[in-house]
């Protein structure tokens, strides 16, 4: 075991997600070589990398809907072992990098499809989405095929958000989006923590993971290959030549 998947907090509780090893492989490409990693309670630790480093391939196999060698425990329990709804059931929320949007279906009723792990709070936790994006708010009953793809970003974590997860997996939230928008996904970001969810965020925009990670994991080509603090990073002449412009 690695000193990284051995790790605690410093009250000696478990991590909420630990990662040991993982290798994951489509046929002849392998896309994970041995990842290690680890996720506390109320943190949010980004996973940066380039195009097909493996960010989403991770999210998949964390979310259980990817067959892996290693091992990957959401709250002790060995993922491969539970069903994909039975970790959605425990919390575990996966916004993907598609975005899994009903194109005809409104946006309420997109957001109320993401209440189906319980019922209750519901009025309450659309409220805290609509404050967050008030864009939605304005469009509840637009169909989800005719948003913006900002929009529909929005709406997507939005959604995941209605599930009242405990381990949220959001997979390039700021893909493709103006700055105006990624500013917005910023605010909710910032929101999200306060509410004291926990957050795994696979990222290409460098710049917005260091801004709101605690902590930070550079993955190239399946491998890990920097960990540390947003300030270390920034601090990593190889980052900040190859990520940050210099
Ligand atoms: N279904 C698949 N079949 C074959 N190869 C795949 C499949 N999905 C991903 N790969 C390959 O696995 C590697 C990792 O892909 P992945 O999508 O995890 O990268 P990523 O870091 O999310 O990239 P991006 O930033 O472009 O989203 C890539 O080389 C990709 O081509
Ligand atoms: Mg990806």
Avoid at 14 to 42: F, I, K, N, W
Avoid at 165 to 174: G, I, Q, Y
Wanted: charged residues 25%; glycine residues 10%.
């Amino acid at each position: 075991m690695s000193a990284d998947a051995a790790a605690t907090t410093d009250d000696g509780s478990d991590p909420v997600l630990r990662v040991e090893d993982l290798r994951v492989s489509y046929g002849e490409v392998t896309a994970l070589r041995g990842v290690d990693l680890h996720v506390q309670a109320g943190e949010i630790v980004g996973v940066i990398g380039p195009n097909g480093a493996g960010k989403s391939t991770l999210a998949d196999a964390v979310s259980g809907h990817l067959p892996y060698e290693g091992s990957v425990t959401y709250r002790g329990r060995e993922v491969a072992d539970a069903r994909a709804s039975e970790l959605v059931a425990d919390g575990l929320i996966h916004c993907t990098e598609t975005r899994d949007l009903f194109g005809h279906m409104s946006v309420a009723d997109n957001l109320d499809l993401g209440t189906y792990r319980h019922r209750n709070d519901v009025d309450a936790r659309r409220e805290f989405v609509y404050e967050l994006f008030p864009t939605l708010a304005e469009r509840t009953g637009q169909n989800a095929r005719t948003l913006s793809g900002g929009e529909q970003q929005m709406l997507a974590v939005g959604r995941a958000l209605m599930s009242d997860p405990d381990l949220l997996l959001l997979d390039e939230p700021t893909l493709g989006l103006a700055p105006v928008v990624v500013d917005d996904i910023s605010d909710g970001i910032e929101q999200i923590r306060d509410a004291g969810v926990t957050v795994l965020l696979c990222e290409q925009n460098v710049t917005f993971a260091i801004d709101h990670a605690d902590r930070i994991y550079l993955l190239e080509n399946g491998r890990i290959e920097r960990e540390g603090t947003p300030a270390t990073l920034r601090g990593d002449e190889y980052i900040r030549d190859a990520y940050l412009g210099g």
